[in-house]
């Protein structure tokens, strides 16, 4: 078992173990825990990668997630790649103390290596470990590539990825919309670049809160985004965000990082992107002409720092900013859920663009 | 929960962001500023909802006291008593930032000049600060001040807001002491504030069990069809305290465990137990049906008292193996006191659903263990196949904890593994902390967000607290009757409170749940 004191030491996938006997093995693993462990899962949350030296990396993430995420994981490390036919299996339990103090609580983590021809057992093997009746997401770490296995998509809920580490956002979409469209159920898709935004939304859209200031909607002239190198996606998913939701539409003109966007009245809105060493997304302002809006992130600090200036009305505060490691996207993440509407309008007004 | 009728235009970039009434930027003034609550519960509470990023940036806090105090002495008591109380570790930054927002006002609650001076200052708040002429008042103070408070509020022009902003107040408990008095305090608040500018906190409906009553009931087909006299045999309403008076036994001598607890806390979970599903989540429909089930509360008669109530005072005895004293001993208590510090009742709801289901609380200080809880007891099988023998098979029970471990168990039967046919009852048990390891807000940060976004949701409403006198006064009266005056019984600190409580169930073949 993995346990707490025990992290900083090393993250083994655990006990290796027959794929066949896995069921018993895990028996086995509650009965020896005695009474103090509780085992606890509200969702089955498979992580694939096809990353060398992924599983000790996905299992430190998977116990930092399961602190407030209780689950079954179910983490894969593939090679489809190797010459060499592999299958290995690990259980393992992370436990964290409960907020009470008086429990260990515990999820349950199954690991495999499947390299060669055996990479294709994946639905199988993801099948066979799920906990019955609870949700199913499945975190795809990297690109996914055809063919996509119809039979394990259709039994997903929610495709958990990072659009920010695709090489080529149309062909991996369209892959996906896809896998989506086969699965003939709904399938929800969450972007972790889009969660990555999630601060930055929250603070660009307080400062709209009052109805009062509903009519500066229409006195945007200007947006400006910095986002550090690698991060233009990102930085695009924030435009595409405002544009969906205020009905502005892209206008032909638009350069790599200068878009022109036209809103109802046919007003014209230009969003500036600058890539800039720092945050993922550094700063943005939105000018509405006589007041300015800006949320920048603080330096060396998990905040962002909130103005409002023009008009008479200055004004600062702090918001919390989150950070960019996969931990903290993941379980953000998990915390929201929802249908992502928002998110495909935003993908979909940038989408040639990305 | 719910849409107010001061519900602002949407904004369209809160999509998908917030599942609940945002917040509008406002001033929170609260008079009562150097109080226990404020300092424990309210400054904290603000504070965390900053640090989690929930709070307007605009919003502002002035403390209003009588003691005379600079705006930097003030938050720097403040900055104490939140890291002292605050449920995450205080953040300088964070803090610094907040303190910034919070300002003292001093000023006796019945000095005119006062409020005047009070009225300028929230316009320059709102000049510089941007809190658009919203204002959220908390009385924060004992119900014999609310009104020159409010009076002065109204004088000032503090309780109307501008054309496009609001003004609230929030009014804590206890709401009044009998229905003269709590009819006399709405007076007062209405007088400056309508109703639905009214706000009365009960700190038992922000916890998120009391809250997750109607998920369970409403969101779940298999309940519904079953909760009902057809199925369900009682309920049980348990709220157990191993605490004494702790300090406040002026307040309690006057009050009891049937105003302290009964007439508010357990009567609003009765409710959210016994109503039926609202047309919608607006607060005045979930409200509405609360209401009318305190309306059918079956009124007691002098002589069914005594049946039906039992009341009780701890005498010394030991929690946790400890010797404490009984109630009588305790400073600030009346050597021959006669308050009660544990009620049970045996109460019927005269409605369609629950008319032949009895409901019993029980609420206690001194107790072996501390816990609130309702238990849905359900009829048993019928009397064939495994439930023919002489001892017949345990009734299932739904159990909703509402604290310390807030969670849902159920209880049914099982056949024990082995080649004889034993059956025993087993617990399917959810926790909150096992499933979410992420900490549930304060009671008082989830009411403060609400009533900041004009969500009544889960306040009292006027009706509901009039009508919950109107059942509780006949029993206080009873206990002061010159005749037939129902006995005062004593248990020892550290039992499940006195015999007369568990003979209460046992008449009618019953018994309290162990805790």
């Known amino acids: 078992m993995i346990m707490p004191n025990e992290v900083a030491q090393t993250f083994s996938p655990g006990l290796p173990v027959e794929i066949g006997k896995i069921d018993r093995e895990l028996k086995k693993l509650w009965a020896e825990s005695g009474s103090e462990m509780t085992r606890a899962s509200l969702i089955n949350l498979a992580v694939y990668s096809e990353a060398p030296g992924s599983l000790p990396l996905n299992t430190e993430i998977i116990f930092k997630i399961t602190e407030d995420h209780a689950c079954r994981a179910i983490v894969i490390s593939a090679n489809p790649d190797a010459k060499e036919n592999r299958v290995e299996a690990w259980i393992s339990a992370h436990c964290h103390v409960s907020r009470a103090g008086s429990k260990q609580i515990c999820s349950e983590q199954l690991s495999f290596l499947l390299e060669g021809p055996s990479a294709k057992l994946l639905p199988n093997i993801v099948f066979s470990q799920l906990d019955s009746d609870l949700p199913f997401y499945l975190w795809w770490q990297g690109e996914f590539h055809d063919p996509m296995d119809p039979q394990l998509w259709a039994w997903v809920d929610r495709v958990i990825y990072d659009s920010q580490t695709w090489s080529d956002f149309r062909a991996q979409m369209q892959r996906v919309e896809t896998a989506q469209g086969d699965a003939k159920q709904r399938i929800v898709l969450?972007?972790?670049?889009?969660?990555?935004?999630?601060?930055?939304?929250?603070?660009?859209?307080?400062?709209?809160?009052?109805?009062?200031?509903?009519?500066?909607?229409?006195?945007?002239?200007?947006?400006?985004?910095?986002?550090?190198?690698?991060?233009?996606?990102?930085?695009?998913?924030?435009?595409?965000?405002?544009?969906?939701?205020?009905?502005?539409?892209?206008?032909?003109?638009?350069?790599?990082?200068?878009?022109?966007?036209?809103?109802?009245?046919?007003?014209?809105?230009?969003?500036?992107?600058?890539?800039?060493?720092?945050?993922?997304?550094?700063?943005?302002?939105?000018?509405?002409?006589?007041?300015?809006?800006?949320?920048?992130?603080?330096?060396?600090?998990?905040?962002?720092?909130?103005?409002?200036?023009?008009?008479?009305?200055?004004?600062?505060?702090?918001?919390?900013?989150?950070?960019?490691?996969?931990?903290?996207?993941?379980?953000?993440?998990?915390?929201?859920?929802?249908?992502?509407?928002?998110?495909?309008?935003?993908?979909?007004?940038?989408?040639?663009?990305? | 929960m719910s849409k107010s009728s001061e519900t602002p235009q949407t904004n369209p970039l809160r999509e998908g962001l917030a599942t609940r009434a945002v917040p509008q930027a406002c001033t929170v003034v609260i008079f009562g500023a150097t109080g226990d609550l404020t300092m424990r519960k309210l400054i904290p509470a603000l504070y965390n909802i900053a640090a989690d990023g929930e709070l307007p940036p605009a919003m502002t806090v002035v403390g209003f006291a009588r003691r005379?105090?600079?705006?930097?002495?003030?938050?720097?008591?403040?900055?104490?008593?939140?890291?002292?109380?605050?449920?995450?570790?205080?953040?300088?930054?964070?803090?610094?930032?907040?303190?910034?927002?919070?300002?003292?006002?001093?000023?006796?609650?019945?000095?005119?000049?006062?409020?005047?001076?009070?009225?300028?200052?929230?316009?320059?708040?709102?000049?510089?600060?941007?809190?658009?002429?919203?204002?959220?008042?908390?009385?924060?103070?004992?119900?014999?001040?609310?009104?020159?408070?409010?009076?002065?509020?109204?004088?000032?022009?503090?309780?109307?807001?501008?054309?496009?902003?609001?003004?609230r107040v929030i009014v804590e408990k206890p709401f009044g002491t009998d229905l003269a008095s709590a009819r006399e305090l709405n007076r007062i608040v209405h007088q400056a504030f309508s109703e639905d500018q009214t706000y009365r906190i009960d700190h038992f409906l922000g916890k998120e069990t009391a809250q997750n009553i109607l998920v369970l009931r409403f969101a779940n087909a298999i309940f519904e069809p079953i909760w009902n006299g057809r199925y369900v045999d009682y309920i049980q309403i348990t709220a157990a305290e191993t605490l004494g008076v702790e300090g406040r036994a002026g307040y309690y001598e006057g009050a009891g465990a049937l105003r302290d607890m009964v007439q508010n806390h357990l009567l609003q979970l009765l409710c959210l137990v016994a109503m039926e599903p609202p047309t919608d989540l607006g607060a005045d429909s979930i409200r509405d049906e609360k209401v009318k089930i305190v309306r059918s509360l079956r009124r007691m008669k002098q002589d069914e008292i005594a049946k039906n109530v039992v009341r009780g005072q701890y005498a010394e005895g030991a929690i946790n193996g400890k010797p404490v004293p009984g109630y009588r001993s305790e400073k600030g208590v009346k050597p021959d006191s006669k308050t009660e510090t544990f009620v049970a009742l045996r109460v019927r709801v005269d409605d369609w659903r629950l008319a032949d289901v009895p409901i019993y609380i029980r609420v206690g200080k001194r107790l072996p263990k501390s816990g609130t809880e309702i238990s849905v007891h359900f009829k048993k099988a019928p009397p064939v196949l495994f439930n023919k023998e002489a001892v017949s098979l345990d009734q299932n029970v739904l159990v909703i904890r509402i604290q310390p471990d807030e969670g849902i168990s159920l209880r049914m039967q099982a056949k024990m593994p082995g080649t004889s046919f034993r059956i025993e009852p087993v617990k399917m048990d959810f926790h909150y902390g096992t499933s979410f390891g992420k900490a549930s807000p304060e009671a008082y940060e989830r009411l403060l967000l609400d009533a900041m976004s004009g969500d009544a949701t889960l306040f009292a409403r006027r009706d509901e607290v009039e009508e919950a006198w109107a059942f509780i006064d006949p029993l206080e009266e009873a206990w002061v009757a010159k005749e037939n005056q129902p006995g005062l019984f004593e248990y020892p600190a550290g039992s499940w409170g006195p015999e007369e409580a568990d003979e209460l169930l046992a008449r009618d073949g019953r018994a309290w749940r162990r805790l």
């Open chain 2, 68 to 167: 005379p105090k600079t705006d930097e002495e003030f938050r720097k008591e403040q900055e104490e008593a939140t890291r002292k109380f605050s449920r995450q570790t205080v953040r300088d930054e964070i803090w610094n930032g907040f303190a910034q927002s919070v300002f003292y006002h001093q000023s006796e609650f019945h000095d005119a000049a006062g409020y005047k001076s009070l009225a300028e200052r929230l316009e320059k708040i709102d000049q510089e600060r941007g809190t658009g002429g919203n204002r959220l008042f908390y009385l924060a103070v004992a119900p014999d001040q609310f009104e020159p408070i409010l009076k002065n509020l109204k004088e000032a022009g503090l309780n109307k807001a501008r054309e496009g902003s609001w003004a």
């Open chain 1, 190 to 354: 969450c972007d972790l670049n889009w969660t990555r935004l999630v601060q930055f939304r929250l603070a660009i859209a307080q400062f709209f809160d009052h109805p009062a200031s509903h009519h500066r909607f229409e006195e945007i002239e200007r947006v400006e985004i910095d986002f550090a190198p690698g991060y233009r996606s990102t930085a695009l998913l924030l435009a595409g965000w405002l544009a969906a939701q205020l009905h502005w539409t892209l206008e032909k003109d638009s350069k790599d990082n200068t878009l022109v966007f036209r809103d109802q009245s046919k007003k014209t809105i230009q969003v500036s992107l600058n890539e800039e060493a720092g945050e993922p997304l550094g700063r943005c302002v939105v000018n509405c002409g006589s007041i300015e809006f800006r949320v920048a992130h603080s330096a060396n600090a998990d905040l962002l720092d909130l103005a409002v200036e023009g008009s008479n009305a200055e004004r600062k505060c702090l918001m919390p900013a989150g950070s960019n490691d996969s931990v903290r996207l993941m379980s953000e993440e998990l915390m929201r859920g929802g249908p992502h509407r928002v998110y495909l309008r935003a993908m979909n007004s940038v989408r040639d663009l990305l």
